[in-house]
């Protein structure tokens, strides 16, 4: 499969020590999450979702530490509604972008508990690969190169100056979803 990330932030998380891996999927998540928590919200019987969404990102900050029961929260996010296969596939607008907040939370979960490289890799291709849609149907959106942008300073190491630009630029990412949603 070929990956939307840049080659140099690929070969930075292969040869980075696992912290830099944690710190770059935690953003990934961060910039994710306003996406699930916006588009699930109030959604009967998702309340255990949320919670253990909103949980697994705030836990996936703590970069120099293994999260708590790795094995478990993946267990559940995989019964997800948005992870599980339909014959119909995924049509509309929130569901679509539901499922690839999920799907990078799972490679985010992945990659902090092995500190592996290729699952980073993955969680950030599926970034990309939501930004890229989104761009596709905004006009003059420029929502990929943000995130390209991101991604790159998701190596420098400041994590407190990546949460905030990861938080505003979650926000804006739900606030252009939220624009296509039908009214």
């Given at each position: 499969?070929?990956?939307?990330v840049e080659g140099a932030v690929a070969e930075a998380l292969r040869e980075g020590p696992g912290e830099a891996?944690?710190?770059?999927?935690?953003?990934?998540?961060?910039?994710?999450?306003?996406?699930?928590?916006?588009?699930?919200?109030?959604?009967?019987?998702?309340?255990?979702?949320?919670?253990?969404?909103?949980?697994?990102?705030?836990?996936?900050?703590?970069?120099?530490?293994?999260?708590?029961?790795?094995?478990?929260?993946?267990?559940?996010?995989?019964?997800?509604?948005?992870?599980?296969?339909d014959e119909e596939g995924i049509t509309g607008v929130a569901d679509t972008y539901a499922f690839f907040a999920?799907?990078?939370?799972?490679?985010?979960?992945?990659?902090?508990?092995?500190?592996?490289?290729?699952?980073?890799?993955?969680?950030?291709?599926?970034?990309?690969?939501?930004?890229?849609?989104?761009?596709?149907?905004?006009?003059?959106?420029?929502?990929?190169?943000?995130?390209?942008?991101?991604?790159?300073?998701?190596?420098?190491?400041?994590?407190?100056?990546?949460?905030?630009?990861?938080?505003?630029?979650?926000?804006?990412?739900?606030?252009?979803?939220?624009?296509?949603?039908?009214?």
């Amino acid at each position: 499969m070929e990956t939307l990330v840049e080659g140099a932030v690929a070969e930075a998380l292969r040869e980075g020590p696992g912290e830099a891996v944690r710190l770059y999927v935690a953003a990934c998540a961060e910039r994710m999450a306003p996406l699930f928590m916006g588009l699930r919200s109030g959604a009967a019987g998702r309340e255990a979702d949320l919670d253990l969404y909103a949980e697994s990102v705030r836990d996936l900050w703590y970069a120099d530490r293994p999260l708590a029961d790795p094995a478990e929260r993946l267990r559940r996010l995989e019964r997800f509604p948005e992870l599980q296969p339909d014959e119909e596939g995924i049509t509309g607008v929130a569901d679509t972008y539901a499922f690839f907040a999920a799907l990078c939370l799972r490679y985010a979960l992945l990659a902090h508990g092995s500190g592996n490289a290729d699952d980073a890799v993955s969680c950030g291709h599926v970034v990309l690969t939501a930004m890229g849609m989104l761009d596709q149907n905004l006009s003059g959106a420029s929502l990929l190169a943000d995130e390209q942008r991101l991604q790159s300073l998701s190596l420098s190491g400041d994590a407190a100056g990546l949460w905030d630009a990861s938080v505003t630029a979650g926000r804006e990412r739900f606030r252009a979803v939220v624009g296509r949603l039908p009214r």
